[in-house]
């Protein structure tokens, strides 16, 4: 059973800067390929950045692209989600999980990202 705990979220104002992190325990962290989602207030969950299982490779949606940044340090089984230039349309509740299949234990707490002046 992998556990999963998203940290790091907050209240900041449009165009400032939040680091999210994303602790893994009970599986090998390492042999997968990991994304941050988002689900904002009313909307369904959708896929933000991934992340190979080296970390070598990454992919962000549109909405995004230029202004997140996704990194994983395997030793310490923790995946990261820099952002930058944060956006109002940006507030949700984020949460981590392997990509393409999400781990059939589910869903960690998620962490809570509000964008507002």
């Known amino acids: 059973q992998v556990q999963l705990v998203e940290s790091g979220g907050g209240l900041v104002q449009p165009g400032g800067s939040l680091r999210l992190s994303c602790a893994a325990s009970g599986s090998p962290f390492s042999f997968y390929a990991m994304a941050w989602y988002r689900q904002a207030p009313g909307k369904q969950r959708e896929w933000v950045a991934r992340?190979?299982?080296?970390?070598?490779?990454?992919n962000y949606a549109d909405s995004v692209k230029g202004r997140f940044g996704i990194s994983r340090d395997n030793a310490k089984n923790t995946v990261y989600l820099q952002m930058n230039s944060l956006k109002p349309e940006d507030t949700a509740v984020y949460y981590c999980?392997?990509?393409?299949?999400?781990?059939?234990?589910?869903w960690g707490q998620g962490t809570r990202v509000t964008v507002s002046s």
């Open positions: 992340i190979s299982s080296g970390g070598s490779s990454t």
């Open positions: 999980n392997r990509w393409p299949n999400v781990f059939p234990s589910g």
